[in-house]
């Protein structure tokens, strides 16, 4: 599927309404521009609340995981990824590590992340869901809306007009 908007053109039309994230992530995903309302995790090198919210179904929503910038584990690999995309997320903003590089990039599902490790985290659960998340001097809220494209991510609190 790919969208028809331009984060550029987006925050040009919306100016301060919307929040841009500073923080410089990499594409990984065959869909590279995405939008949806957000979903959020706070974990730290464990992967088993993103496991659990990716195999539900996703309906074009957006989980954003708060992964403190770790990059020593991953908390994204291909077996999940591949469930979000059948399951119909519509892509998944890592703020951390992620594995299986090559075949993520098969999957029609946006996927930033801020790099990769081929070590799997832990899968205890530990973690919290549906709460308010913030890196790149932005906080990203359950339920606001996130558009994403190869320029970067932007955070709307309400769902915008796109163009057809």
Same mark, same amino acid.
């Given at each position: ?28 995903? =065959?869909?590279? &521009?995405?939008?949806?309302?957000? %979903?959020?995790?706070?974990? *730290?090198?464990?992967?088993?609340? #993103?496991? $659990? ?27 999940? =990824?591949?469930? &979000?995309?059948?399951?119909?997320? %519509?892509?998944?903003?890592? *703020?951390?590590?992620?594995?299986? #590089?090559? $075949? ?61």
């Amino acid at each position: 599927m790919t969208e028809v908007f331009a984060t550029a053109d987006l925050i040009d039309a919306h100016g301060d309404a919307l929040a841009s994230c500073e923080t410089q992530f990499r594409q990984f995903g =065959a869909r590279t &521009a995405f939008h949806g309302p957000i %979903a959020t995790i706070k974990c *730290h090198e464990d992967n088993a609340l #993103v496991k $659990e919210q990716l195999n539900q179904p996703g309906e074009g929503w957006v989980l954003v995981v708060d992964g403190g910038g770790s990059l020593r584990t991953a908390l994204l690999g291909d077996m999940v =990824a591949k469930a &979000a995309a059948d399951n119909g997320w %519509a892509g998944v903003i890592i *703020h951390g590590a992620v594995r299986d #590089v090559a $075949e993520l990039a098969t999957l029609d599902l946006g996927i930033k992340a801020l790099g990769s490790n081929p070590r799997k985290s832990a899968k205890t659960g530990a973690g919290s869901l549906d709460i308010p998340v913030a890196f790149g001097n932005v906080v990203f809220p359950p339920e606001a809306w996130l558009y994403s494209d190869d320029d970067g991510i932007l955070v709307s609190e309400e769902k915008l007009d796109l163009p057809e």
